[in-house]
């Protein structure tokens, strides 16, 4: 029989698909919704516990580099805590009103490190050195952010994001929580003995337990991270001045043992991080406009992740005009980490997306109460410090189960789609695939040669190509929102299998009531700053 033929009629007890759902089901608490206080309070410290991850591991690896020490370290630790506090309660309050946590990126580690190899600020003394280096850090931050102020509170955002369907979305979404891969097992296997314990237990305590223990009453899942974190960091030291880890190599002590981190000790009592900390920022054209390509494709990223934060915090499709005025204040977000001198941009961020997914609570007064640790802790350093001094395998752990979920609530766009259309086949696979494929080419050749395919005398311009294809969900969302409107997309049986007539109601802010419940400004400021 020749293939295509038409699908025999439905009979009565064929099993239904599974109905499409613009608003995620089974969310405890959605954003305007928020849990009883006491657990509003955990659940925030638990967002601040997961947030820390990369707001240490960024500082830990640049500082050095740029010539500080342990007491450098624990200050620019403080710094982008205390920035990723304001940035979040002004995104909550007048950005997108996602309960999204606004922190470092690594997307902005590769135009530093290219500031600390330009050798323009070789000196003797190294604190010396260090201050030079973040100077001009800032000052590449600050015109870096521009972009994203002007793209996003002029409207020209929105209009790129009115064309994004589901269908694009898909690569989009799920490459920003699976492109992390290698930030997940690779951190636990730097210590497996402590690593895979966290990601072990954090599996059975919120998949198994949650079930069999006082089902219903969401204390193993909601909970999940402070439980295994506790245990297995309590294990860890046990470990630790158990002598485990004597005579081992540097490289071991430093991933496995608790006391190793240098941040207890050098973190000053009280300290309020102030602009210009360390000086007048300094300017170089060159550095700008690398930083300003990774701010562009933060912004893409960023794009994706507050997506998955929509769904997971069961609200509906952002409006285009919403999603833009979060972009800018993410912009504004740069501009305080360049005043600040944090030493690196900020993003949405993603391990703390996942985290709604695993509570299954996407209050916004959640967030925003982690917010208000962040600052609360980044203030007082001592106690800030012992919270920062995690093991980073047990961070990894985190991330692996995180950014598994940000990647999934990216494939579940799918339901909007034809999965049985060629066109769509076409579109998702070769997105995805060349979203992994290409930054693999890119990062193997710089982890080989020592610097990316595109080596000229200009390290800038160097900077402006690699790092784009170096970004597994920005070659992936590139390519796919291209080839989704640009392939035949006129035909109104395409518009349909693009998932499109889903996502038209939500196109303007006021084309769906629950547009305004979840995303309307606080005190009234819709009536002097409409969305459109």
């Known amino acids: 029989m020749a293939g295509g033929g ?14 499409t759902k613009d608003q995620l089901p089974n969310v405890s608490y959605c954003i305007t919704s928020p849990p009883p206080w006491p657990e509003a309070i955990l659940l925030g410290f ?23 020490g342990n007491e450098e370290k ?29 922190g470092g990126s690594y997307t902005f580690v590769a135009p530093t490190i290219s500031i600390i190899l330009s050798g323009r600020w070789e000196d003797p003394d ?12 800032q000052g ?30 898909v690569p989009l979404v799920s490459l920003v929580g699976f492109g992390l891969y290698e930030f997940g097992f690779p951190g636990v296997a730097k210590c497996v003995e402590v690593g895979l314990p966290q990601l072990v237990l954090l599996v059975i305590f919120s998949q198994y337990l949650a079930h069999l223990v006082r089902p219903g009453k969401h204390i193993f899942d909601r909970f999940a ?51 210009f900390q360390w000086g007048a920022p300094s300017f170089d054209a060159g550095e700008a406009f690398a930083m300003m390509m990774a701010t562009f494709v933060a912004l893409v990223e960023s794009t994706g992740a507050f997506i998955a934060v929509a769904r997971y915090a069961s609200a509906t499709p952002m409006p285009p005009s919403i999603l833009s005025r979060g972009v800018g204040w993410q912009g504004i977000g740069i501009l305080l980490s360049g005043l600040f001198g944090t030493g690196n941009g900020s993003s949405a961020s993603v391990e703390n997306a996942g985290l709604l997914a695993l509570t299954r609570v996407g ?63 076409f579109i998702l696979g070769f997105s995805i695939f060349l979203g992994l494929s290409v930054p693999q080419y890119f990062n193997e050749y710089t982890v080989i040669a020592g610097y990316g395919p595109v080596h000229t005398h200009g390290r800038w311009f160097n900077d402006m190509v690699n790092l784009p294809f170096s970004s597994e969900a920005f070659v992936a969302g590139i390519l796919a929102y291209f080839l ?30 629950r547009s305004e419940e979840f995303y309307s400004l606080p005190f009234k400021l819709n009536k002097y700053f409409p969305s459109v």
Do not use: E
């Open 6 to 19: 038409a699908a025999p009629a439905a009979k009565s007890d064929d099993p239904a698909p599974h109905p």
């Open 46 to 68: 638990q967002h601040y516990i997961v947030m820390l991850g990369t707001t240490v591991i960024i500082p830990t690896a640049l500082v050095p580099q740029m010539g500080g």
């Open 74 to 102: 624990a200050k620019v630790i403080q710094t982008l805590l205390f920035v990723s506090g304001l940035n979040t309660l002004l995104q909550t309050s007048f950005g997108t009103r996602l309960p999204a946590v606004i």
């Open 126 to 137: 190294p604190v010396s050195r260090f201050k030079k280096i973040m100077r001009a850090t």
């Open 140 to 169: 590449a931050l600050i015109v870096a952010s521009t972009l994203q102020i002007v793209l996003g509170f002029s409207g020209l955002w929105r209009n790129v994001v009115r064309f994004l369907t589901p269908l694009s979305a």
């Open 225 to 275: 991270v402070l439980f295994t974190v506790a245990i297995v960091w309590i294990y860890a030291y046990i470990l630790t001045v158990g002598g485990a880890y004597n005579g081992k190599s540097l490289k071991t002590q430093i991933s496995c043992r608790t006391d190793r981190a240098g941040l207890i000790g050098a973190a000053p009592w009280i300290r309020v991080p102030y602009p």
């Open 363 to 425: 209050s916004r007064r959640v967030v925003q109460i982690s917010a208000g640790f962040m600052i609360f802790f980044s203030i007082l350093g001592k106690f800030g410090a012992v919270f920062a001094s995690i093991p980073a395998p047990i961070v990894g752990a985190l991330y692996c189960l995180f950014f598994a979920y940000v990647g999934v609530g990216g494939l579940s766009f799918l339901q909007f789609c034809n999965l049985n259309s060629f066109r769509n086949k």
């Open 484 to 513: 989704d409107n640009t392939m035949h997309k006129k035909d109104s049986a395409i518009k349909k299998d693009r998932g499109k007539p889903w996502w038209n109601k939500f196109r303007s802010f006021k084309s769906d009531t």
